[in-house]
């Protein structure tokens, strides 16, 4: 069956600093891949997605690459703010409308 | 553009008792998701509704079910409530129907419910 597989958390991280938060997956067929961000008491918002090979999502500074050969979809940012600091998944699909399959999440804390 | 609504934001249940939860996806969209959101489980695909079927179903018991309204609106039901029902439910609604390719999915805000 379709899973994910995050990093081990939580991180933290000072202002400015360079973020690299692991994601692999395992999955039937081809699958669109998502990060989704959960901030403090709220629901899942979508960062970024990437459809097929070789694409790259990228949204408010934050960037992955859907990379095929090594079945990964790392999420990376240059510079991190405060403002990040949330709970980070990374999930994926297979098939039209299907249901999305996550991971356990990464919780990211940035001090000043 | 109004996103996805929820309610009630927070629901407090006894054991036993029955838990309604609903879900207002986004205008156009016809398919509705439902995840639970437990502590420690992560986030687990309850159920699919589309056109006001069940498409797909998770790996829940029979007491917990829904049901798709023809404005695509939805409804979670939960019976007999055990303690470790408690968890934040989201929802999250896509454009669905023959759209031939994987659809988005956009979470409300959720309902955090508490079993006593």
């Known amino acids: 069956g379709n899973s994910v597989t995050q990093m081990e958390g939580p991180v933290t991280l000072s202002e400015e600093a360079f973020l690299t938060i692991n994601c692999t997956y395992t999955?039937?067929?081809?699958?669109?891949l998502f990060w989704y961000v959960q901030y403090p008491g709220e629901g899942l918002q979508l960062l970024l997605k990437?459809?097929?090979?070789?694409d790259k999502g990228s949204n408010k500074g934050f960037e992955a690459t859907y990379r095929k050969e090594t079945t990964s979809f790392h999420l990376e940012k240059g510079s991190v703010q405060v403002s990040d600091s949330a709970v980070y998944f990374c999930?994926?699909?297979?098939?039209?409308?299907?249901?999305?399959?996550f991971g356990k999440g990464i919780t990211l804390s940035v001090r000043p | 553009e109004a996103g996805v609504t929820q309610s009630p934001t927070h629901l407090i249940k006894t054991r036993g008792q029955q838990a309604t939860l609903r879900c207002s996806p986004i205008?156009?969209?016809?398919?509705v998701y439902w995840y639970q959101q437990a502590l420690g489980l992560g986030l687990q695909f309850l159920l699919w509704?589309?056109?006001?079927?069940?498409?797909n179903r998770g790996n829940f018991p029979p007491r917990f079910s829904g049901r798709q309204f023809p404005n695509y609106s939805s409804e979670l039901n939960v019976n007999a409530l055990e303690l470790e029902d408690s968890a934040l439910y989201l929802c999250?609604?896509?454009?669905?129907?023959?759209?031939?390719?994987?659809?988005?999915?956009?979470f409300g805000p959720g309902t955090r419910l508490l079993v006593l």
């Open positions: 999955a039937t067929g081809y699958p669109s």
């Open positions: 999250a609604s896509s454009q669905g129907g023959a759209s031939g390719g994987p659809e988005t999915q956009y």
């Open positions: 509704y589309d056109e006001g079927e069940e498409r």
């Open positions: 999930a994926l699909q297979t098939g039209a409308n299907s249901k999305l399959t």
């Open positions: 205008s156009g969209h016809t398919s």
């Open positions: 990437a459809t097929k090979a070789d």
